[in-house]
């Protein structure tokens, strides 16, 4: 192993949950060989990412195409997301949030969620918090906020697909091999697979996906022993049922459309629509010399269920990339809905709500899980994560599908693998 090896710690995935870990290497003075491996070609965020920035008047614009807000209720969360305040990543939202019924219109605001039962979607319920956080000026900036508290000894790779973690004979070190600048709708690429880095003490997997053929981000991981409780884990995770899928659509209206009264509605009555968020009202967000509001509606995973089953994520194990005919066809039905309930909000009771200018839909073959696999593993001592690491193997998983879902969420498991890295890299030295 050449020398600094023993403490070099490979992360697969650059959202939240992965520069968790790095930061919290770093906050432990592991931080000078850490690499974050992404294969999102936009830098860090994972699914908090924003839309690729489109042109309409001259002008452009990104949505929040992902999760929506955030909280941070954990003490320690709560000290990140209060430096990403201090340096303008992340910002407070003080919006009209609430429910509205999408036959009456009828709009219940926030005080009054609480009392109304569980919400149909974990996050949802985010909106009643004291306090409701975004990214500024988009939600990319929280992985970017993270991604610059980590600091510049952590090396990020983007677009970097990691396709196999070897563990050595000595079952001491790891290797990866991966693919660069793969595009995320293209096949696996085996052919142009290289060496990524040097020898690793430990990994950390936090993103399930990878253990799950065909997906983009699916990973081979050689060299466990196969009994041991890393391989069986890495087994157990490729079988977790999928995970729940959500469409997003991102609308952008002319200034003279009706305007609703809240800012962000968890929608009831609706098959379709399950959150409508005016993307324009965050915090922080660029101020359009044309005046269009930009809304961005989340399907219900019901209606996502049903639509992703006539376009599954996976075909006969290869990944299914989402096609602009596929949109073509989806695209009319939600767009038609979010008018309709939009139109509603506003007093219409026939919903004509006027045509957006701009309309797209995205895909989230695997949004969230709807529980969490934690239950079957312990909590880190000292964080409020729960992650899986395997101390032999120096392997470990973290993310939202441990935890459970949510930004809040993800950073906890994060963190927390990273503190079982530590103890695994202090008992190696
Ligand atoms: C439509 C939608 C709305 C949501 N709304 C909210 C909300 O309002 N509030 C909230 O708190 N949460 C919300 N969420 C959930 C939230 O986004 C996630 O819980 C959280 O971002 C998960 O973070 P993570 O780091 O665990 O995973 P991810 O963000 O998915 O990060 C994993 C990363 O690993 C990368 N990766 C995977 N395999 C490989 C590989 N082999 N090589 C390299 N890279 C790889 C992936 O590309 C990805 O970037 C929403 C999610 C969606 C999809």
């Known amino acids: 192993m050449a020398s600094g090896d023993e403490t070099r710690v490979a992360i697969v995935g650059g959202g939240v949950a992965g520069i968790a870990c790095a930061q919290s290497l770093v906050a432990n003075g592991f931080g000078k060989r850490v690499d974050i491996y992404d294969q999102g070609s936009r830098g860090p965020g994972g699914r908090t990412s924003s839309s690729r920035p489109v042109e309409?008047?001259?002008?452009?614009?990104?949505?929040?195409?992902?999760?929506?807000?955030?909280?941070?209720?954990?003490?320690?969360?709560?000290a990140v997301c209060e430096e990403l305040k201090a340096k303008g990543y992340v910002a407070r939202w003080d919006g009209v949030f609430g429910t509205l019924n999408a036959f009456d219109g009828v709009f219940i605001p926030k005080r009054r969620v609480e009392?109304?039962?569980?919400?149909?979607?974990?996050?949802?319920?985010?909106?009643?918090?004291?306090?409701?956080?975004?990214?500024?000026?988009?939600?990319?900036?929280?992985?970017?906020?993270?991604?610059?508290?980590?600091?510049?000894?952590?090396?990020?790779?983007?677009?970097?697909?990691?396709?196999?973690?070897?563990?050595?004979?000595?079952?001491?070190?790891?290797?990866?091999?991966?693919?660069?600048?793969?595009?995320?709708?293209?096949?696996?690429?085996?052919?142009?697979?290289?060496?990524?880095?040097?020898?690793?003490?430990?990994?950390?997997?936090?993103?399930?996906?990878?253990?799950?053929?065909?997906?983009?981000?699916?990973c081979a991981v050689r060299g466990l022993p196969e009994r041991g409780d890393a391989a069986n884990t890495w087994r157990a995770f490729a079988k977790v049922p999928e995970r729940v899928g959500l469409f997003s659509c991102m609308l952008a209206f002319d200034a003279s459309a009706?305007?609703?009264?809240?800012?962000?509605?968890?929608?009831?009555?609706?098959?379709?629509?399950?959150?409508?968020?005016?993307?324009?009202?965050?915090?922080?967000?660029?101020?359009?010399?044309?005046?269009?509001?930009?809304?961005?509606?989340?399907?219900?995973?019901?209606?996502?269920?049903?639509?992703?089953?006539?376009?599954?994520?996976?075909?006969?194990?290869?990944?299914?990339?989402?096609?602009?005919?596929?949109?073509?066809?989806?695209?009319?039905?939600?767009?038609?809905?979010?008018?309709?309930?939009?139109?509603?909000?506003?007093?219409?009771?026939?919903?004509?709500?006027?045509?957006?200018?701009?309309?797209?839909?995205q895909r989230w073959g695997a949004a969230y899980h709807s529980g969490a696999i934690g239950e079957n593993y312990h909590g880190v001592p000292g964080t409020g994560g729960v992650c899986f690491f395997d101390m032999d193997a120096g392997f470990g998983m973290a993310g939202d599908f441990i935890q459970g879902p949510g930004v809040e969420a993800a950073w906890l498991s994060g963190e927390a693998a990273g503190r079982a890295t530590v103890r695994k890299l202090k008992a190696k030295l």
């Open 56 to 78: 309409v008047n001259g002008e452009t614009m990104a949505f929040d195409h992902g999760a929506q807000f955030f909280t941070a209720n954990d003490p320690k969360f709560k």
């Open 258 to 361: 009706p305007k609703p009264e809240f800012d962000a509605a968890v929608v009831t009555g609706s098959h379709t629509i399950g959150l409508l968020v005016r993307d324009s009202s965050k915090p922080g967000r660029v101020k359009r010399k044309d005046g269009l509001e930009r809304w961005v509606a989340i399907t219900t995973t019901k209606y996502a269920e049903e639509t992703i089953a006539s376009a599954p994520l996976t075909v006969d194990g290869e990944y299914n990339p989402q096609t602009a005919e596929y949109f073509a066809k989806i695209e009319p039905a939600i767009v038609a809905e979010a008018r309709r309930v939009l139109g509603v909000a506003c007093g219409d009771d026939d919903g004509e709500y006027p045509a957006p200018v701009h309309a797209k839909c």
């Open 115 to 218: 009392t109304m039962g569980p919400p149909r979607q974990d996050f949802f319920k985010l909106l009643t918090a004291d306090e409701v956080l975004v990214g500024v000026p988009t939600n990319q900036a929280i992985c970017e906020g993270l991604r610059a508290l980590a600091g510049d000894d952590v090396t990020a790779h983007w677009h970097t697909t990691v396709t196999g973690l070897d563990l050595d004979a000595s079952g001491k070190t790891w290797s990866l091999s991966g693919v660069n600048k793969r595009r995320l709708d293209e096949g696996r690429a085996g052919s142009k697979e290289k060496r990524l880095s040097g020898r690793n003490a430990a990994v950390v997997v936090c993103d399930v996906m990878a253990a799950r053929e065909g997906t983009p981000g699916t």
